[in-house]
T-cell receptor, first 116, second 112 residues
Framework: NSKVIQTPRYLVKGQGQKAKMRCIPE?????VFWYQQNKNNEFKFLIN????????QIDMTEKRFSAECPSNSPCSLEIQSSEAGDSALYLC??????????????FGEGSKLTVL | QQKVQQSPESLSVPEGGMASLNCTSS?????YFWWYRQHSGEGPKALM?????GDKKEGRFTAHLNKASLHVSLHIRDSQPSDSALYFC????????????FGLGTRVSVFP
């Protein structure tokens, strides 16, 4: 079973509504990633954090998406105004220093967003 | 253009048979290669990694890397129904902040 916990597993929103997803990374993993996996199985990197600080994010994330990883609280990804094209599986992943440089990521089960 | 390209898109294998998956990268900055497996309704899970030229075997799974051609392959011996899943090739640079770059996956179906 995945040790990266994502909630909710499913969410359905209307266009223009906010959508918020949460992630508890694996214990001891300071690096957290958010990816979007679309219906064609394409992975798109959104943003990553190390110890609450943003390391890198794409333009899309800077505009309608917001994310944070506060200490002692779950990480979150929020879409301010959902669009139909945002319908996808949102995957949270974490890694630790021992494997971070090689790229190994530990994924949660994902939050499947459907925008009607 | 995808930086990590996988073939075939889908593959049907008889139970007990061999499945062979291919992956090619167009970015020479990639130094580490991974195979991830994703069952329906689940998140991807790391299957195995390969960082050096040659073969790496883990149980029924064998990965092969040719750094000169940036070609990676995965062979699944004695395929089982539980091997039916999406298989992703992923690559990373020597910079953990970049994360992984994934291919579009190969769907493997193992039939009895």
């Amino acid at each position: 079973n995945s040790k990266v916990i994502q909630t909710p597993r499913y969410l359905v929103k209307g266009q223009g509504q906010k959508a918020k997803m949460r992630c508890i990374p694996e214990k001891g993993h300071p690096v957290v990633f958010w990816y979007q996996q679309n219906k064609n199985n394409e992975f798109k990197f959104l943003i990553n954090f190390q110890n609450q600080e943003v390391l890198q994010q794409i333009d899309m994330t800077e505009k309608r998406f917001s994310a944070e990883c506060p200490s002692n609280s779950p990480c979150s990804l929020e879409i301010q105004s959902s669009e139909a094209g945002d319908s996808a599986l949102y995957l949270c992943a974490s890694s630790h220093p021992g494997t971070a440089n090689t790229g190994q990521l530990y994924f949660g089960e994902g939050s499947k967003l459907t925008v009607l | 253009q995808q930086k990590v390209q996988q073939s075939p898109e889908s593959l049907s294998v008889p139970e007990g048979g061999m499945a062979s998956l291919n992956c090619t990268s167009s970015d020479r900055n990639f130094q580490y290669f991974w195979w991830y497996r994703q069952h329906s309704g689940e998140g991807p899970k790391a299957l195995m990694s390969i960082f050096s030229d040659g073969d790496k075997k883990e149980g029924r799974f064998t990965a092969h890397l040719n750094k000169a051609s940036l070609h990676v392959s995965l062979h699944i011996r004695d395929s089982q129904p539980s091997d039916s899943a999406l298989y992703f090739c992923a690559a990373s640079e020597h910079d953990y902040a970049q994360g992984l770059t994934f291919g579009l996956g190969t769907r493997v179906s193992v039939f009895p």
